[in-house]
Nanobody, 116 residues
Framework: QVQLVESGGGLVQPGGSLRLSCAASGFTFSTYVMNWYRQAPGKEREFVAFIGRSGGTTNYANSAKGRFTISRDNAKNTVYLQMNSLKAEDTAVYYC?????????WGQGTQVTVSA
């Protein structure tokens, strides 16, 4: 049974930091590239960050560059998103996504709220 379980969301003040985690199971994690997406209320889901299978390649949305860092630990089947200098416009449900050669999987999401 494939599972992607996000954690680490919550309420944080502007300028603060959060570290999201996504624990994977039920598939060969190291053979999947991983992404983080987010969806704000009333908006479409949007790409945030990408990491290659070995972790050597990353890519970010312009909104995340310089503030967010994606990483992965293949030994722990986990992908992370370190988010610094958070802004109100980062408020959204954050989803991890696993993309393989034939399948892709989504987590259930974790809420991040940036507010004073």
């Amino acid at each position: 049974q494939v599972q992607l379980v996000e954690s680490g969301g919550g309420l944080v003040q502007p300028g603060g930091s959060l570290r999201l985690s996504c624990a994977a199971s039920g598939f060969t994690f190291s053979t999947y590239v991983m992404n983080w997406y987010r969806q704000a209320p009333g908006k479409e889901r949007e790409f945030v960050a990408f990491i290659g299978r070995s972790g050597g390649t990353t890519n970010y949305a312009n909104s995340a560059k310089g503030r967010f860092t994606i990483s992965r630990d293949n030994a722990k089947n986990t992908v992370y998103l370190q988010m610094n200098s958070l802004k109100a416009e980062d408020t959204a449900v954050y989803y991890c996504h696993a993309a393989g050669p034939r399948e892709n999987y989504w987590g259930q999401g974790t809420q991040v709220t940036v507010s004073a």
